[in-house]
């Protein structure tokens, strides 16, 4: 009888052993294709603040789409993304991660910082915004995003920004154009140039 106790006992913590050590390994196994997806988001925006399309195209899909509030498409296709890499290039565009939210082995949802010469110009504070990237065997299918939570957007003093930077350009005949074209960039930046140095 005793016996009989003993091994029931022996039976039960090695079971118990066992099933720790299985949950343990998956759940291992979760955070690391949870910390490879993270990885792969920041290979990507490491890729386009230096502007390598080649790393870009890696990462990606032919069919890669940026949305604004999963609805409008900013960026269409990666074939897109990749042309607009000669324009952020002179816009002197950059992201930055502030914060990862969640992440799982399909998504990974950040906070991030959106930046270019424009807003130096401009004298615009950069934006924030809540990026959800959606990913499926090693690549970025697309992204989706908004204003960050509790981010103030002001459309009114947006406007007034970019009103006054197209008037000083009309009555100074500078032409600039903001087709998202490398040789568009190149003449929109001087034209930013000249209206940030301006004596007021």
């Known amino acids: 009888m005793k016996f009989k106790s003993i091994f029931i ?3 039960s913590v090695f079971a118990m052993i066992s099933c720790s050590e299985k949950k343990s390994n998956t759940n291992s196994k979760s955070n690391s294709k949870s910390g490879e997806s993270v990885a792969m988001v920041t290979s990507f925006v490491t890729a386009r603040n230096s502007f390598d399309t080649e790393k870009l195209r890696e990462l990606t899909t032919p069919t ?20 607009n890499q000669d324009w952020a290039k002179e816009m002197s565009s950059v992201t930055k991660i502030k914060k ?40 970025i299918l697309k992204q989706s995003f908004d204003f960050a939570p509790n981010e103030k957007f002001d459309q009114r003093a947006n406007d ?25 960039g190149k003449i929109l930046r001087k034209a930013l140039e000249t209206y940030a140095n301006r004596v007021e």
């Open 9 to 11: 006992v022996v039976f």
């Open 64 to 83: 890669y789409q940026e949305l604004f509030k999963n609805d409008f498409a900013e960026v269409k296709s990666q074939e897109q993304l990749l042309a």
């Open 100 to 139: 990862v939210v969640s992440e799982n082995d399909s998504i990974v949802v950040v906070i991030e910082e959106s930046t270019n010469y424009i807003d130096v110009a401009l004298k615009r504070k950069p934006q924030n915004y809540e990026t959800t990237y959606y990913l499926k065997d090693g690549k």
């Open 160 to 184: 007034v920004l970019y009103g006054n930077f197209e008037r000083f350009c009309k009555v100074r005949d500078i032409d600039f154009s903001w087709e998202p074209t490398k040789e568009a």
